[in-house]
Nanobody
Framework: QVQLVESGGGLVQAGGSLRLSCAASGPILSINTMAWYRQAPGKQRELVADITSEGSTNYADSVKGRFTISRDNAKNTVYLQMNSLKPEDTAAYYC????????????????WGQGTQVTVSS
């Protein structure tokens, strides 16, 4: 079974930085887009940033210029560097990967990590 495991969350003061990592493992043939989403209490899950296998990136307006998404295809890992953090960035952050599995017929499936909490204090 494919698994995505996040790490790197925690408590940080406003203006600080954190780096999230998400490693995918299991019967993986390839991974198309990888993404980070977040969900704050009482709010819907929202896209933070995504990155294609070729390295094209997309960001939510609220994080442009502060967050950077990157990936290491050889390690099936995606990262989110978060700088200049604000209290409104407080949320559970979830990794998502669109994975082509090794078993026939080699379909694409969406997988999610378990989430990692980021809390930014003012």
């Amino acid at each position: 079974q494919v698994q995505l495991v996040e790490s790197g969350g925690g408590l940080v003061q406003a203006g600080g930085s954190l780096r999230l990592s998400c490693a995918a493992s299991g019967p993986i043939l390839s991974i198309n887009t990888m993404a980070w989403y977040r969900q704050a209490p009482g709010k819907q899950r929202e896209l933070v940033a995504d990155i294609t296998s070729e390295g094209s990136t997309n960001y939510a307006d609220s994080v442009k210029g502060r967050f950077t998404i990157s990936r290491d295809n050889a390690k099936n890992t995606v990262y989110l560097q978060m700088n200049s953090l604000k209290p409104e960035d407080t949320a559970a952050y979830y990794c998502n990967g669109r994975v082509r599995v090794t078993t026939m017929p080699f379909r694409l499936y969406d997988y999610w990590g378990q989430g990692t909490q980021v809390t930014v204090s003012s």
